[in-house]
């Protein structure tokens, strides 16, 4: 039987977030182990809940995804980090040097996520890939 994976979402947008756990809650082995508005407060929560995953928008207030992700990643190196965002294009670069694993953009990203957060599973562990629920 797989382990659940725990995932925290980072968006300073309710219904974002909402959808997310929508998505995530149809999964057996995906778990939301909390959520965040800002940077601030997903720093507080990683520390505290320690999720395998992040889901993190770029703009929002207080911290922003990209400073976020780089002190995330300090703190946590083994952590995944998708950044699920607006501004795909402009961000792809900003993105690799800050420690993100994936940027994922908003419009079109919403289908792409979980064979994207099980792809970054699978290649953490060394796993074929984990099947979907």
């Known amino acids: 039987m797989p382990t659940t994976k725990n995932i925290?979402?980072?968006?300073?947008?309710?219904?974002i977030r909402g959808v997310l756990r929508s998505l995530i809650d149809?999964?057996?082995?995906?778990?939301?182990?909390?959520?965040?508005?800002?940077?601030l407060e997903a720093i507080q929560?990683?520390?505290?809940?320690k999720p395998d995953l992040i889901l993190l928008d770029l703009a929002m207030p207080k911290l922003n995804g990209a400073a976020?992700?780089?002190?995330?990643?300090?703190?946590?190196?083994?952590?995944?980090i998708i950044l699920?965002?607006?501004?795909?294009?402009a961000v792809q670069t900003l993105g690799?040097?800050?420690g993100v694993d994936v940027v994922l953009a908003k419009p079109d990203g919403i289908s792409n996520i979980l064979p994207r957060?099980?792809?970054?599973?699978a290649s953490r562990s060394g796993e074929p890939g984990l099947s979907p629920a």
């Open 8 to 15: 925290l979402i980072v968006d300073d947008s309710a219904s």
């Open 26 to 39: 149809t999964q057996n082995d995906l778990a939301v182990c909390g959520e965040a508005v800002d940077g």
């Open 45 to 49: 929560k990683a520390r505290e809940l």
């Open 68 to 80: 976020t992700a780089s002190i995330l990643k300090r703190m946590m190196p083994q952590i995944s």
């Open 84 to 89: 699920f965002t607006m501004y795909e294009d």
């Open 96 to 98: 690799l040097h800050v």
């Open 117 to 121: 957060v099980r792809q970054l599973f």
